[in-house]
């Protein structure tokens, strides 16, 4: 059984930094990319950053040059959030391309919020 479980979110002021972590657990075999979704009140879920086994990287236009998507390990990666605006509010999603030996699937964590408030 395969986990994906985030933290490191919260509630920070406009200007604020927050990281957030993704680390995933269970039988697994290797995992390729791996990414960042948000999804606010009312919008659909959109795609923050990725990060590839190789280390390429992308990111949403509207986080460029804010956010900083990294892989610590195989299994957990991180995003940093720096100057954070009331717009970035949202739950935030770990994904991962995961090959547990059987299948290869999508999983997805179970989310975690960021409050971007004065």
């Known amino acids: 059984q395969v986990q994906l479980v985030e933290s490191g979110g919260g509630l920070v002021q406009p200007g604020g930094s927050l990281r957030l972590s993704c680390a995933a657990s269970g039988s697994i075999f290797s995992i390729y990319t791996m990414r960042w979704y948000r999804q606010a009140p009312g919008n659909q879920r959109e795609l923050v950053a990725a990060?590839?086994?190789?280390?390429?990287t992308n990111y949403a236009d509207s986080v460029k040059g804010r956010f900083t998507i990294s892989r610590v390990n195989a299994k957990t990666v991180y995003l940093q959030m720096n100057s954070l605006k009331p717009e970035d509010t949202a739950v935030y999603y770990c994904?991962?391309?995961?090959?547990?030996?059987?299948?290869?699937?999508?999983?997805w964590g179970q989310g975690t919020q960021v409050t971007v408030s004065s």
């Open positions: 994904n991962a391309q995961i090959n547990t030996g059987a299948i290869i699937g999508d999983y």
């Open positions: 990060i590839t086994t190789s280390g390429r």
